[in-house]
């Protein structure tokens, strides 16, 4: 069993960027793919981006491609959410999870992570 802790999230303006980090406490780190997924205010939450054990494979939200870059430190066991030229939608509760799912085609679907942390909140201004 893994539990997820995130942090660095804050405030910032538009453009300018962020990095969050998701440390997983465990010992069996490398089993599992870790992703971020994110909620706005009356909104549904959705997927961000996900990497997989190896940090070999990476997966993202469409609209997040070219300014998040997702990353992980095994050593660490800690994964890293890159955020550049933020936007005022990007403003998000941002949860870090963990799935052992073999099935890398569903890792944007939240319901195959099986472990959640308490999420970072990220606030862009214009």
């Known amino acids: 069993q893994v539990q997820p802790v995130e942090s660095g999230g804050g405030l910032v303006q538009a453009g300018e960027s962020l990095r969050l980090s998701c440390t997983v406490s465990?010992?069996?780190?490398?089993?599992?793919?870790l992703g971020w997924f994110r909620q706005a205010p009356g909104k549904e939450r959705e997927f961000v981006a996900a990497?997989?054990?190896?940090?070999?494979?990476?997966n993202y939200k469409e609209s997040v491609k070219g300014r998040f870059t997702i990353s992980r430190d095994n050593a660490k066991n800690t994964v890293y959410l890159q955020m550049s030229s933020l936007k005022p939608e990007d403003t998000a509760l941002y949860t870090c999870?963990?799935?052992?799912?073999?099935?890398?085609?569903?890792?944007?679907?939240?319901?195959?992570?099986?472990?959640w942390g308490q999420g970072t909140q990220v606030t862009v201004s214009s």
């Open positions: 990497v997989y054990w190896n940090g070999l494979l990476t």
């Open positions: 999870a963990a799935t052992r799912t073999g099935n890398w085609w569903r890792i944007s679907t939240w319901g195959v992570y099986t472990n």
């Open positions: 465990g010992r069996t780190f490398m089993d599992y793919a």
